[in-house]
């Protein structure tokens, strides 16, 4: 009788710690797992997101400077044309990385003018970067004004006659920062405008 007694508490005992065993295994398989997709879901929605407003940053992103190279510049021009085409603001950094600082870049720039020449031409664009070079030098904004007065070094056929006759018109507005500026050009635009530098700073 004992020995029937202790058979079925032990076996009263296993039953109900199978019980429970599977009802602890349920809730595993169903909570954490819940759990962890929400999370992965949530972390994936974050890294997205920062991602598409990196590439939207670096897709915005203008380069200036002496270490500019022409990739750098046309990469300029195509940000300058996307902005105007959606009538959004023009940074300054933009208003002066669209001026060219070398030769390889003002021939980039100046190709845009000649459809019978090059496929790639856009007398659209083309106009209104020179529209907006004149505009901000006689505004003055940033470093605008050196950057076009060093235009001088590199400028040659039909846009320099329209060069040099805007020159005049910048120093007349600009006299003191032209004189101020002129040590600071390169030699060959230095020569270039020295007659310039004469007449308005001696």
Same mark, same amino acid.
């Given at each position: 009788?004992?020995?029937?007694?202790?058979?079925?508490?032990?076996?009263? %005992?296993?039953?109900?710690?199978?019980?429970?065993?599977?009802?602890?295994?349920?809730?595993?398989?169903?909570?954490?797992?819940?759990?962890?997709?929400?999370?992965?879901?949530?972390?994936?929605?974050?890294?997205?997101?920062?991602?598409?407003?990196?590439?939207?940053?670096?897709? /915005?992103?203008? &380069?200036? $400077?002496?270490?500019?190279?022409?990739?750098?510049?046309?990469?300029?021009?195509?940000?300058?044309?996307?902005?105007?085409?959606?009538?959004?603001?023009?940074?300054?950094?933009?208003?002066?990385?669209?001026?060219?600082?070398?030769?390889?870049?003002? /021939?980039?720039?100046?190709?845009?003018?000649?459809?019978?020449?090059?496929?790639?031409?856009?007398?659209?664009?083309?106009?209104?970067?020179?529209?907006?070079?004149?505009?901000?030098?006689?505004?003055?904004? $940033?470093?605008? /004004?050196?950057?076009?007065?060093?235009?001088?070094?590199? &400028?040659?056929?039909?846009?320099?006659?329209?060069?040099?006759?805007?020159?005049? %018109?910048?120093?007349?507005?600009?006299?003191?920062?032209?004189?101020?500026?002129?040590?600071?050009?390169?030699?060959?635009?230095?020569?270039?405008?020295?007659?310039?530098?004469?007449?308005?700073?001696?």
């Amino acid at each position: 009788m004992r020995k029937t007694f202790l058979i079925a508490i032990s076996f009263t %005992i296993i039953m109900v710690s199978c019980a429970n065993r599977n009802k602890t295994d349920s809730n595993s398989k169903n909570q954490p797992k819940d759990t962890i997709y929400s999370t992965k879901s949530t972390d994936s929605n974050k890294l997205l997101s920062n991602t598409v407003k990196s590439v939207n940053q670096d897709s /915005l992103k203008v &380069v200036v $400077g002496k270490d500019r190279v022409l990739e750098n510049y046309a990469k300029n021009l195509e940000i300058f044309e996307r902005l105007l085409s959606k009538k959004e603001y023009l940074p300054l950094n933009l208003l002066e990385g669209i001026i060219p600082t070398n030769e390889d870049e003002y /021939l980039h720039f100046y190709m845009l003018s000649s459809p019978e020449e090059y496929p790639e031409s856009n007398l659209n664009l083309y106009w209104a970067i020179n529209s907006s070079i004149k505009k901000s030098t006689l505004e003055d904004k $940033g470093n605008c /004004l050196y950057l076009y007065l060093n235009m001088a070094e590199f &400028v040659d056929g039909e846009y320099a006659d329209a060069f040099f006759i805007h020159v005049p %018109i910048l120093i007349d507005k600009h006299k003191s920062k032209f004189c101020n500026l002129y040590i600071d050009l390169s030699e060959r635009s230095k020569y270039r405008l020295r007659d310039f530098f004469d007449e308005s700073c001696e």
